[in-house]
């Protein structure tokens, strides 16, 4: 379960959008995305801090169907489960079962570096899921969880338990885990920087312009102090 | 149009989704699904017997525009169509006209392992279109059918008259015509044990424990001889 | 803003879809379609002169935000903006505030070689945008605009200001500016058989049938003198 100030992290976090906290780890040369992970459900926010499992294909093939899942029993309430299968979509890690546990235990969401299937039942219950494919073949037989609760690499991002993972209809990021505080106050300066300048172009400002007086160079850091 | 038989096993096939049926096709060591081709329509279900078309690029281009969807009325009621034209997105094979035809006819779907157009009518019409890629540029005077109702080979899946195909929002399985049975009794069972899984853990159990309690290890042959 | 005859090409163009229009231009054997571009808003069309946008990356980062979008506001109402990021996805070229600013310039659509942002709210306003990829990292630092109004080379397509761009749910065609009224004329042509085959076959024609009758060869100069 997440403590006190982990909820209110992430319910400021659901305030925000990933392309302001993309901006704000800009500004801190921090930005760590996971390029190709698409969001399998529309309109749906998820933040929280994660927990990895990595999984390896089988050396032989093993004859009865195994429990490639059941880690899922420790996943503490409020966390995001990454997934890492090595961006092989041609076998899935996820599906009915684990969706429908996940949200029993109050999980925030699942990142997969790889493939998800029952996708209808996933959108049906707007459970906020991300993978790099959809398909049907399970990895059941195929892969194995090796580790869980341990760093992993997704592309060419490293992720370490500590870490939050934050999602919308962009994609996900990764918030290194002592850089989260600074994150979250640049990123609320960017959205507010950001809505000056609706507001300044709505009333017939130029973007030029409204870009200028409002601070857009440096959003984080606006010049009425704000 | 299909038999009595043949009614009987689409119904079935119809209540279950990929996820079972490919499970299913694991226990028996035969699992055939095509990567890479994905549904164009959400929350569609299909299931026929196959009849493939064969496409070949034009030598020297046609300086008319050819009929290449002509072989269309020859297809039985009830069947699925598969159009190979060898992974080829640039140009398409399917339709505005084919659709409405296709409806007409009774055809269950169709399949390409290239690109189809005309997407939105095809999404007003929740006509079954799986598809690799989706374009607007015509295949009429670029690619032309050499055979139909012959064998085919979709990435590393062969493909017979006889089999069938089955998609959902998973993608499409092709299941081999000998199998059929077995593979559907071993699906139904999956999916029972799913349930039964469901709610076990929606009675509280530990996913671990109902996976283990319930034969998740086999779950076409459940312990309690439901 | 568009010109009287400008706004009528428009009107016209936007009772065609992008399969006739493609048709078309293949009867005059200047095909010329964006592939890899696909629309990110279901269910919109959009039509206009180009406006072309070059990006170029810096060769050192610079250390605040640039105003990379500030095109915008020389960009006349009724065009179509066509950004030219080289493909690059990992980085965005527009997002909440360009959406904004282009609506309430009367800016009929944006096509992206690359990617874009805040991809929710795009939708909800129902604004026609058509992208490679989506991502939420700002281009703002990474690229910087060198040139606008110039020739643009999009895959192995080149677009000319004065080039027209016309999309829906199929992707995006570029109208070469002198073939416009010829490309019209004929579409208008192509859609008409195609109405006329839908009735025959919707009165029981085979299709073959149907397309030898009326001219399916050569749907731009129909037998009927329609």
Redesign the interface.
């Known amino acids: 379960m997440l403590t006190n100030e982990q909820a209110e992290l992430k319910a400021r976090l659901l305030e925000l ?3 302001a ?3 704000a780890m ?2 801190l040369g921090c ?1 760590r ?1 996971l ?1 190709g992970i ?1 969001p399998r459900v ?2 749906v926010k998820m933040a929280g801090p994660v927990y990895t499992v990595q999984y390896e294909p089988f050396d032989s093939p093993p004859t ?4 490639a ?2 880690y ?2 420790d996943v503490p309430a409020g966390y995001v489960l990454l997934i890492n299968n090595h961006g092989n ?2 076998c ?1 890690n996820w ?4 969706t ?2 996940a949200l ?1 235990q109050g999980i925030a969401g699942t990142v997969i570096n790889g493939s998800a ?4 039942l996933v ?1 049906s219950l707007e459970y906020p899921l991300f993978t790099k494919g ?5 990895g ?2 195929r892969v194995r969880v090796t580790a869980v609760d341990v760093p992993v690499i997704i592309g060419d991002v490293q992720v370490e338990p500590g870490d939050w993972l934050f999602g ?4 996900v ?1 990764v918030l290194p885990a002592h850089q989260i505080a600074e994150i979250l106050a640049r990123a609320e300066q960017v959205l507010a920087t ?1 809505a000056d ?2 507001r300044a ?2 009333g017939g400002s ?3 312009t409204a ?2 007086s409002l601070g ?4 984080w850091n606006p010049p009425n102090g704000r």
């Open positions: 959008d990933t392309a906290v993309s901006d800009d500004s930005n995305a390029a698409a529309d309109g009865s169907f195994q429990g899942g059941n899922i029993d979509t041609l899935t599906g009915d079962i684990l429908r546990k029993m299937r029952d996708i209808a959108r959809v398909y049907m073949v399970s059941k037989n919308d209809d962009n994609g990021l950001e300048i609706v172009i709505e130029k973007l030029d870009r200028k857009y160079a440096t959003p």
